[in-house]
Structure formats: C-alpha cells, structure tokens
C-alpha cells in the first residue's frame, strides 16, 4: 500500500470530528499506554489544550526515555538557488526576479570550513530544483569536499529516483530532507504553479524511495501556513508512522517550519500560533515516541530554547538560508531567519537548560 492510499482512507471532515469530540476523549488519548492515529488527532484538536500541561509533562518524559536529554545540532549549506518550479510561497522560487548563485567548489569547501570551525559536524547541503545547472557531477563533487569536514552529511535537494538515491548514498550521504509542504492536495496544486514539484504523488513517494536507496535518516514535514494545520500535522504524523512501520532500519524524523517572510511576499492563508505550534510538537512526541524532531532557525530564540525538553531532539544552529551565507553577504535568502544566535550561543544555551549538545553522533567509514 502507497502512502497515497493510506491517505485516502481517511476522508475526514476534521471540524466535524473535533466538534463531537469530548474532554472524556482526549483524557483516555492522553493516558493510554500505545496511542492510535485517531489518539493523535484527539490530541491535535483546538479542545486538547485544556491538557497542554500534562501532554507537555508527558513528552518530556518520554523524549528522555527514547533520546535521553541531548540534542543533536546541524548546519545547513546552500550551494545553488537556481530553480525551475513556481512556488507562490518560496524565496527561491522561478518567479521572483532574484540575482541566482551557484558555489563553485572552492566556493563550497570555502563555506565548509567556517562551518566546521563551529564546531558542526552535521550539515546539509540544499539546492533549488533545477537539475540541468546542479548535475549528478556537480553534486558527488560536493559530497566529497564535504567528507573533509563533517561525519554526517544530508541532502535537501529536488526529488530523485531511487538509483539516483543510491549513487549519493554511495558517495557518502547518509541523510534526506524533503518536506511535502502540505498534504493537501487541492491546496498543494494552487501553490505550485509550474515545474516538476507540481507532481504531488512523485514528491508525496519521495521519502519511501530515499529509504529503499539506503539513506540512514529521512526526514519529513509540512510547511505551516499553506493548508489547515490539523490535517497537515496529521497526516504528517501518518507518514512518518508509515516509514517507521515499513522501513524499521530507516531512523525518521519530523520537522515542524513555519512561514517566515520571503521574497515574492507570500501571505499565509492559515496560521499556527504559539500555543498550537506547541501542542503539535507535544502530540507528535506522544504518538510517535521513536520518532526524532527537528526545529529549525525559522523559530525565534525564546521558542528554541522553551522547545528544549518538549520533544524537539535536532536544532540547526548558526544558520544562513543564502548561497554561501557562511562567507558572503547581502544575498538572496530563501526565508528570513528568527534566530540569528552562533553556534557557541545555542550550545551555550543547551547546556544551561541541563541538556547536552551533540556535534557528533554518527561516522561513515
């Protein structure tokens, strides 16, 4: 069965559902032992915050359980923001009228060692969907520039075919980001306009076939502010379940970004405020106690650091979301970011709230 499939099974209205739903059904949600995805939607509903200190009680205790009180930072590295899609909401997108950067290697192993003096020994690299200017070549050149420097290496990059997974995985990368944006798939065809990505099924795949290539981690998510909020986090929560449950040698995570301003401007339909952005991660952390969650520098400080012990188990630290931000200024970002904290700061930071920071948790031989 394809995640789209399993999709399909669930032809929810959701403010139906949370309209007959009582407190009795979301206390029984909260406290059993092994929880379903109907538990989980229980626990993403508007009437669940009337337990947001227990659900927060009860995701701490069980992140320490699973991941113990660490978290593991990483560093993301744009090589190239040429793109041929059309996304309404993107920074990168082909339909804004943007000066378009593309590393040359020495430009990229220039950007990995100010990265690696932090410290860092996670980073992925990112790339706009446009195939014909960041080749295969171009791309296994990266990889090996970026062995020198860091143990772990992920890709978020435009969606591949599995062979083409596991030439990279060959090469040395062990980690894959692709977000579905959102999974809503009538939302999803109105925002992007033109280009490969428009494919919704061909990206909705994209996850499952980095796992069959043998990538070590893959990790997913939904793009707040594109779609209602309940049904993406929902479904998301559904597709990483359906990893975790199909490709048990696969560690999957979840990441949880909100709409930060862009070029182009886009204004976001829908909106997840602090509270629910909270409860969601809280939810999550219930319902899949395996599965590890990532936070990026499109939260602001204060959220970061509350979000320590709530569930969350990856920051990226030290972050620019521009072609080689780590040595060169004044840039096109593709989002603007909310913490602009150093590497050292965050760390800093980890440690004052009794956890410890991770640099390091994996080596490829």
Same mark, same amino acid.
């Given at each position: 069965?394809?995640?789209?499939?399993?999709?399909?099974?669930?032809?929810?209205?959701?403010?139906?559902?949370?309209?007959?739903?009582?407190?009795?059904?979301?206390?029984?949600?909260?406290?059993?032992?092994?929880?379903?995805?109907?538990?989980?939607?229980?626990?993403?509903?508007?009437?669940?915050?009337?337990?947001?200190?227990?659900?927060?009680?009860?995701?701490? +205790? !069980?992140?320490?359980? @699973? $991941?113990?009180?660490?978290?593991?930072?990483?560093? /993301?590295?744009?090589?190239? =923001? *040429?793109?041929?899609?059309?996304?309404?909401?993107?920074?990168?997108?082909?339909?804004?009228?943007?000066?378009?950067?593309?590393?040359?290697?020495?430009?990229?192993?220039?950007?990995?060692?100010?990265?690696?003096?932090?410290?860092?020994?996670?980073?992925?690299?990112?790339?706009?969907?446009?195939?014909?200017?960041?080749?295969?070549?171009?791309?296994?050149?990266?990889? +090996? !520039?970026?062995?020198? @420097? $860091?143990?772990?290496?992920?890709?978020?990059?435009? /969606?591949?075919?599995?062979? =083409? *997974?596991?030439?990279?995985?060959?090469?040395?990368?062990?980690?894959?980001?692709?977000?579905?944006?959102?999974?809503?798939?009538?939302?999803?065809?109105?925002?992007?306009?033109?280009?490969?990505?428009?494919?919704?099924?061909?990206?909705?795949?994209?996850?499952?076939?980095?796992?069959?290539?043998?990538?070590?981690?893959?990790?997913?998510?939904?793009?707040?502010?594109?779609?209602?909020?309940?049904?993406?986090?929902?479904?998301?929560?559904?597709?990483?379940?359906?990893?975790?449950?199909?490709?048990?040698?696969?560690?999957?995570?979840?990441?949880?970004?909100?709409?930060?301003?862009?070029?182009?401007?886009?204004?976001?339909?829908?909106?997840?405020?602090?509270?629910?952005?909270?409860?969601?991660?809280?939810?999550?952390?219930?319902?899949?106690?395996?599965?590890?969650?990532?936070?990026?520098?499109?939260?602001?400080?204060?959220?970061?650091?509350?979000?320590?012990?709530?569930?969350?188990?990856?920051?990226?630290?030290?972050?620019?979301?521009?072609?080689?931000?780590?040595?060169?200024?004044?840039?096109?970002?593709?989002?603007?970011?909310?913490?602009?904290?150093?590497?050292?700061?965050?760390?800093?930071?980890?440690?004052?709230?009794?956890?410890?920071?991770?640099?390091?948790?994996?080596?490829?031989?």
């Amino acid at each position: 069965m394809s995640f789209f499939e399993v999709i399909q099974k669930y032809n929810i209205d959701f403010k139906s559902y949370e309209d007959n739903l009582s407190l009795e059904d979301i206390k029984k949600s909260l406290y059993k032992e092994k929880k379903n995805e109907f538990d989980y939607l229980n626990l993403l509903s508007l009437k669940a915050q009337n337990f947001l200190e227990e659900m927060a009680r009860e995701a701490q +205790k !069980i992140t320490f359980q @699973y $991941f113990g009180k660490t978290i593991q930072l990483y560093a /993301p590295l744009y090589i190239s =923001d *040429y793109c041929t899609n059309s996304c309404t909401y993107c920074g990168f997108s082909a339909l804004n009228k943007i000066k378009r950067q593309k590393l040359t290697l020495e430009e990229i192993e220039e950007n990995a060692k100010e990265i690696a003096k932090t410290g860092i020994k996670h980073v992925l690299f990112l790339t706009g969907e446009a195939p014909a200017i960041t080749p295969m070549e171009y791309l296994l050149d990266t990889v +090996k !520039i970026l062995k020198k @420097y $860091f143990s772990s290496i992920s890709i978020e990059i435009f /969606p591949m075919d599995v062979e =083409d *997974y596991k030439i990279l995985s060959e090469a040395g990368v062990d980690g894959l980001t692709i977000y579905q944006e959102t999974y809503d798939r009538e939302i999803y065809d109105k925002i992007h306009l033109a280009g490969k990505k428009k494919d919704y099924l061909y990206r909705l795949d994209t996850p499952e076939r980095g796992a069959i290539a043998g990538f070590r981690r893959v990790n997913i998510g939904a793009l707040y502010g594109l779609a209602d909020p309940v049904k993406d986090a929902f479904f998301s929560g559904l597709h990483a379940k359906y990893l975790q449950d199909k490709y048990i040698d696969t560690e999957i995570s979840i990441s949880f970004p909100r709409i930060n301003p862009a070029e182009g401007n886009f204004k976001p339909v829908f909106h997840l405020d602090d509270k629910r952005f909270v409860q969601f991660i809280c939810a999550l952390r219930l319902f899949l106690p395996r599965c590890g969650i990532t936070i990026s520098t499109r939260e602001n400080a204060r959220m970061r650091d509350n979000l320590i012990g709530l569930g969350i188990t990856r920051m990226s630290a030290g972050s620019k979301t521009s072609v080689g931000g780590y040595k060169y200024e004044n840039l096109p970002n593709q989002f603007e970011i909310s913490d602009n904290r150093s590497v050292y700061e965050i760390e800093r930071v980890i440690w004052q709230k009794g956890y410890e920071p991770v640099f390091k948790d994996w080596h490829q031989f």
